[in-house]
């Protein structure tokens, strides 16, 4: 799963830290099991977690590869936009991107949802209830879409 390049980001948030590994491109929601207070920046306790599907809400879309490294071995990629798990992460809530993170067929103009494993999807009810956007093409040759991600 990736996200190309060409993106619009109106509005990101670093305010959230993620305990396990993750793909950006990822639909990943609010913990329940653990919830941050107040507007503190550095509370490890605000966490998100890969989105479950059963009636979670969402935070935004991953920005960030969340990776498992030995970092006395070796060191974080900045280049691929990697972070240690455990780490803040940069979450999208209002913009557009190309992704392949989807399940589903998708169609320009129809309302983007996500399901249990974090993917946007074109279908809704069940567990998806939750509008996370919309679409606003249809998938290339490559599997990629455009989507616009407007989560309030």
Do not use: C, W
């Amino acid at each position: 799963m990736a996200l190309k390049p060409d993106r619009v980001e109106h509005l990101t948030d670093l305010s959230f830290f993620m305990n396990a590994i993750a793909t950006r491109g990822q639909i990943v929601t609010h913990s329940t099991s653990s919830e941050g207070s107040g507007a503190a920046m550095d509370d490890s306790a605000a966490l998100v977690i890969v989105a479950t599907g059963s009636g979670d809400s969402p935070a935004g879309l991953l920005l960030n590869d969340v990776v498992d490294l030995d970092l006395t071995r070796q060191h974080i990629n900045f280049a691929k936009d990697e972070v240690q798990k455990g780490s803040k992460v940069l979450l999208l809530r209002r913009g557009t991107v190309v992704t392949d993170n989807l399940a589903g067929t998708a169609a320009a103009g129809a309302k983007a949802y996500f399901n249990n494993t974090g993917q946007i999807t074109s279908v809704g009810g069940g567990a998806n209830t939750t509008q996370i956007g919309r679409f606003l093409s249809k998938e290339d040759a490559d599997g990629y879409a455009k989507v616009e991600i407007n989560i309030v």
